[in-house]
């Protein structure tokens, strides 16, 4: 495949994008250095890698991650499986420049700009998606279209690997509970509607296990399967 790192390099300074209508990943864009420390103090890396184990990742597949951030998941997937072909899509110009700078000198991964909700890519391109900590930045209409556009840039019998907040509205679950259920985003995770959004757009989708981060609360990973 080449280098896919030198071959399509990402030019911020080609991409215009209001702020407004995507949430950064740091949730400001003057916090966005602090990111990366900020998921090593969450202890975030142990979950990152059970969504890429869960994704059962082998060589040839084609791996498409939305809201990839600044890449942590892309190249971990990358570093555990180099004969993967990994695509992160992020709304976000300065944390894909990130990502680039961090991915040098890996091959067969690349990151791109473009909406969860609008994918840039033919039906049937990926094996597998990837979405770690993103569906809660989204308001329901943008879930729904988010999880429509991975279903049908999956081939058949393809899945979709999720990992985000999840638990209960009446539970307790972390230091972060009471911010998640007065925010109409995070709250939309809540309970069992993911797995209901995921149903709804089509696939065939499983709560694969529950862990309990004492900052941000019950974080859940889901798997759905796109119907042959």
């Known amino acids: 495949m080449g280098n896919m790192t030198k071959d399509h390099p990402y030019d911020a300074t080609r991409v215009t994008t209001d702020e407004r209508d995507y949430i950064p990943a740091a949730g400001r864009h003057v916090l966005l250095p602090g990111y990366d420390p900020l ?11 059970r969504l890429v184990a869960q994704a059962d990742l082998v060589d040839g597949l084609r791996v498409l991650e939305i809201g990839c951030g600044t890449g942590n998941v892309t190249i971990l997937a990358k570093r555990l499986h180099p004969g993967v072909e990994l695509v992160g899509l992020d709304p976000d110009p300065k944390a894909l ?13 690349r990151f791109e700009h473009g909406y969860a909700q609008r994918l840039p890519f033919a039906d049937g391109e990926f094996d597998r998606v990837l979405s770690s900590m993103m569906l809660h ?30 638990g209960h509205r009446t539970g307790h679950h972390g230091l972060a509970a ?10 939309g995770n809540l309970d069992d509607r993911i797995p209901r959004l995921l149903r709804t757009v089509g696939f065939d989708c499983t709560e694969v296990c529950t862990r309990r981060n004492r900052f941000i609360g019950l974080l859940t990973f889901y798997r759905a399967i796109r119907p042959a």
């Open 137 to 166: 930045h989204l308001d329901d209409e943008a879930k729904t279209a988010a999880a429509a556009e991975a279903l049908r840039v999956l081939r058949p019998g393809g899945t979709l690997h999720v990992l985000d907040i999840g």
């Open 39 to 49: 998921t090593r103090l969450l202890g975030m890396r142990k979950n990152y890698d």
């Open 97 to 109: 420049g990130r990502a680039q700078r961090k991915a040098l000198g890996l091959s067969g991964i």
């Open 178 to 187: 009471r911010w998640m259920k007065n925010s109409p985003h995070a709250a």
